[in-house]
């Protein structure tokens, strides 16, 4: 058992999501962390849309992703998304995307800063967001 939080969020997937050889695009795994991402958000009782509402943005500052398994349509797929580092001014997410079977298809990261609407300069989510912030150490990998 592990001793930090997973958010798990099936994908539905369809035809337009694969490629000439059959298999899903892989283009369409990076909207698949955005689905996790906003999976765990909310099942630790935030809401993005908040955060933009209060004058702040979540970008992406880095993405790295490895494919390890092809998925093809006909599979079930789920994304697990976890917190794996939150020093303060950035926060990591990790990820696996696997099917029906528990196979791990594709794994990685998305790390992101908190940045003000307006200027686009970084604050420290820390500050900004409190409480937001100790939930993610409350559930953070250990």
């Known amino acids: 058992m592990n001793d930090f939080y997973i958010a798990t969020k099936e994908i539905q997937i369809s035809y337009a999501d694969t490629d000439m050889m059959g298999v899903i695009y892989h283009g369409?795994?990076?909207?698949?962390?955005?689905?996790?991402r906003t999976q765990l958000?909310?099942?630790?009782?935030?809401?993005?849309?908040?955060?933009e509402k209060a004058g702040y943005y979540a970008p992406v500052y880095n993405l790295e992703i490895t494919y390890k398994?092809?998925?093809t349509l006909g599979d079930r797929v789920f994304v697990k998304t976890w917190i794996e580092e939150n020093p303060g001014l950035r926060t990591v997410y990790g990820f696996e995307i696997v099917n029906g079977k528990?196979?791990?298809c594709a794994e990685g990261t998305t790390t992101h800063i908190i940045v003000t609407k307006d200027s686009f300069r970084p604050v420290a989510f820390k500050?900004?967001?409190?409480e937001w912030f100790q939930k993610y150490e409350e559930i953070k990998k250990k």
């Open 28 to 36: 369409n795994y990076v909207k698949w962390l955005e689905f996790g």
């Open 41 to 51: 958000i909310e099942d630790a009782g935030y809401d993005y849309l908040e955060m």
């Open 69 to 71: 398994k092809s998925i």
């Open 102 to 104: 528990d196979e791990v």
């Open 127 to 130: 500050k900004v967001f409190p």
